[in-house]
């Protein structure tokens, strides 16, 4: 199957289905949020070890340096003498900038306590929206460690009653055709939730005190330091570029004269706003995109292969290079997508990583 990544490709940010996906696994934010870089890595490093001669020059998290001097820490290094570390051609960084869940106000501004009967609103108000939508809350019963909520919107009046214990979170959402969402404690996000997310709030149930039941409240942001990714990125490449090719800017060179490419790995894509995007298209060689339906079918893959309990110790670079049951792993999501896992921004098309002349080439499928 060669996936569609256009649909992908919006002109607009929203949060990504891998968030729905890494939310089915329950798992504290940054232990999980972390593993989604390391699979970007291992995937990586999959389209790498395809080339033999290309994989006979690689470094692995060195530190290369710049025209300034300045050292910089990528996840791959390709040199002509990879053992003296000699004679640099390419190197390759992996970024990705997940959802960030923020409290919605400052200190206690973000928690709602209410007693049975009572009720709180939350407001949906993006500037693409025709209309508000309002989110109405209200509290029905409950014990000591149980609520009953029955949650009503005002754009189609239609009420859901919802049960969750302490510790519960539900998400209230807007899709991109204005529809009001929820998703329900512990149920599949990725079912739930169909459309592409352009607002996400978070409501997560705390505890119950005196009959008085208290409820957290969180914003959820696409990528909100994206920017930030795109310039340090961005400076990598400048530096290395003026080092090795004696120029700062990417055009300043032709692509025949390079002796240096820098190639940016990047996944979650719909996170990048559109200055981000303008850096990293400006300053980096080769910007490449793995498909958010690429990582959800890796994350499927390590499951069934590994279990849920086990399979996040077996997603990093080290057990991709050290073990062949993570290789296996990685290359059955290479087979689903028949090695079509890498699209290039620039030649819209999906791309491997080639190797020829010493010089780190992506070649169009």
Known sequence: MIYDITQELRDFTYITSVYKCIAAYNLKGHQIGRKIGDMLEILTMGGIYKNRDLL????????LEGYTTAGHKVEFGFYKNVQQKQGLFGAVECK??????????????CLRKKSVGESFTIEFNGRWMETPIIQTIKVLSGTADHVTIELTDSKTRISQILDMDIGDNIKLIVDEKQNPLHTTPHGNMLEEIPGLIRICKTIKFDKEADGVFQFSLYNCLAGPQTIEKAKQASLVAMDLRKKIDG??????????????????????????????????????????????????????????????????????????????????????????????????????????FDYADDKLLVTPI
């Not at 006979?56 to 530190?63: N, Y």
């Open 56 to 63: 006979s020059k690689l470094d692995t998290e060195g530190k």
């Open 247 to 352: 120029h700062w800017g990417k055009e300043e060179i032709s692509a025949n004269q390079k002796k240096m490419n820098f190639l940016h790995v990047l996944c979650e894509y719909s996170h990048w706003e559109e200055k981000s995007r303008n850096v990293i298209t400006t300053c980096i060689d080769h910007n490449i995109i793995v498909p958010d339906a690429v990582l959800i079918k890796a994350f499927e893959v390590f499951e069934a292969a590994f279990g849920i309990k086990n399979m996040l110790n077996k997603i990093s670079k080290n057990q991709y290079a050290s073990s062949a049951q993570v290789r296996n792993a990685i290359q059955l999501v290479f087979e689903h997508f028949e090695d079509h896992i890498f699209y290039d921004i620039a030649l819209h098309s999906y791309v491997k």
């Open 96 to 109: 990705c900038v997940g959802v960030e869940e923020t409290t919605a106000g400052k200190g206690q501004n």
